[in-house]
């Protein structure tokens, strides 16, 4: 399994943006870069996924490195609600399949009033 | 229902029973995962089904462990003769075939006693 890096730990003001790297250089071309978040006390969370090419979603924005071997999880204006453990994977599709996602320790953010 | 539904939520059993976790998947996700979360871990991939086979078993820790999936639907997760180290939330997503997005139940808490 492709591995990836994230820090333990980061912290937001309310409604600042936030920034969540991850490090993948041992990204194959067909990984897809995922983006979960487990909020305390419940299930992940599915935020965005991409590719190669940057992209936004409701929830956030994905920021893919052009190597590919580095993306960031952007959310525009943090919320209290947004406080969680925000993990990143990498996973290929497969062909009459889906491979599974193997989560990592995830980056805990925290959100301050 | 809407969403990936488990049940019991909350399990207390004794040490050396068996326990019969149940997890029913969005209507038409043919692909299955059961996870595993320890308290204040991660999240540990356990076995993965597409349809009624499961193609990778490789995150059972142990024979104790076992599961099935009928009709493509309902999966059970069954662990013989827990140990107090079984202790833990067990997850349960779904997916379509090759799908993106995982979704996620909130999960059976196990405790052994």
């Known amino acids: 399994d492709a591995k990836t890096t994230q820090p333990n730990s980061m912290e937001s003001n309310e409604e600042e943006p936030v920034h969540l790297p991850c490090n993948h250089s041992?990204?194959?071309?067909?990984?897809?870069i995922h983006w979960y978040r487990q909020l305390p006390s419940q299930g992940p969370e599915y935020v965005i996924h991409?590719?190669?090419s940057n992209v936004n979603n409701r929830m956030a924005s994905l920021a893919i490195a052009e190597d590919r071997k580095s993306s960031t999880l952007i959310l525009h204006r943090a919320t209290l609600r947004d406080a969680a453990v925000y993990y990143c994977?990498?996973?290929?599709?497969?062909?009459?399949?889906?491979?599974?996602?193997?989560f990592g320790k995830g980056t805990k953010l925290t959100v301050n009033p | 229902g809407a969403g990936v539904s488990q049940s019991p939520s909350n399990k207390v059993t004794e040490k050396g029973k068996d326990v019969e976790l149940r997890c029913d998947p969005i209507?038409?996700?043919?692909?299955l995962y059961w996870y595993r979360q320890s308290l204040g871990q991660g999240l540990e991939f356990l076995i993965y089904?597409?349809?009624?086979?499961?193609?990778?078993k490789s995150g059972l820790p142990s024979d104790r462990f076992s599961a099935e999936r009928t009709g493509g639907s309902v999966s059970t997760l069954t662990i013989q003769r827990t140990q107090q180290e079984d202790s833990a939330v067990y997850l349960c997503?779904?997916?379509?075939?090759?799908?993106?997005?995982?979704?996620f139940g909130q999960g059976t808490r196990l405790t052994v006693v």
């Open positions: 997503a779904s997916s379509f075939s090759g799908g993106f997005v995982a979704f």
């Open positions: 041992t990204i194959s071309g067909t990984d897809y």
């Open positions: 991409g590719l190669t």
């Open positions: 994977i990498l996973s290929s599709p497969t062909q009459g399949g889906s491979e599974k996602l193997v």
């Open positions: 209507s038409g996700h043919t692909a």
């Open positions: 089904f597409q349809g009624n086979s499961a193609p990778d």
